[in-house]
């Protein structure tokens, strides 16, 4: 089970073709050993959750030795400025009056 992800008795049952009381006993079960705690999904229904915080290491790191490592998205520049910026306050006049006639 993913860390943070919400789990119901019927989702599981249906997706492992279990009977729904066998899916309860189960969590219940986990419940009881504290790997899962009661939540609630986005449909405000009853719902189990993983204690885990974080994700299990990779086969590959069992010891956890490297950080988990995220990514930022950068976007590429559009636009380009050349010459020389005249008349840039009477352009930022002419939207800001455009602008103040669309919020009328």
Same mark, same amino acid.
């Given at each position: !089970?993913? =860390?943070?992800?919400? @789990?119901?008795?019927?989702? +599981? =049952? #249906? ?10 006993? *189960?969590?219940?079960?986990?419940? *009881?050993?504290?790997?899962?705690? /009661?939540? @609630?999904? =986005?449909?405000?229904? &009853? ?7 974080? /994700?299990? /290491?990779?086969?590959?790191? *069992?010891?956890?030795?490297? &950080? +988990?490592?995220?990514?930022? =998205?950068?976007?590429?520049?559009? #636009?380009?400025?050349?010459?020389? +910026?005249?008349? @840039?306050? #009477?352009?930022?006049? $002419?939207?800001? $009056?455009? *602008? !103040?006639? $669309?919020? #009328?």
């Amino acid at each position: !089970m993913r =860390a943070g992800r919400a @789990y119901t008795a019927s989702n +599981l =049952a #249906r997706l492992h073709g279990a009977s729904l009381d066998a899916s309860n006993s *189960a969590l219940r079960e986990l419940v *009881a050993e504290g790997k899962l705690r /009661p939540c @609630y999904n =986005a449909r405000r229904e &009853q719902a189990f959750c993983s204690t885990r915080e974080e /994700p299990s /290491p990779a086969p590959d790191d *069992a010891d956890g030795s490297t &950080q +988990l490592l995220t990514t930022v =998205a950068t976007f590429p520049v559009t #636009r380009r400025v050349e010459g020389s +910026l005249t008349d @840039y306050g #009477r352009l930022i006049d $002419a939207h800001r $009056a455009l *602008a !103040m006639l $669309a919020r #009328r």
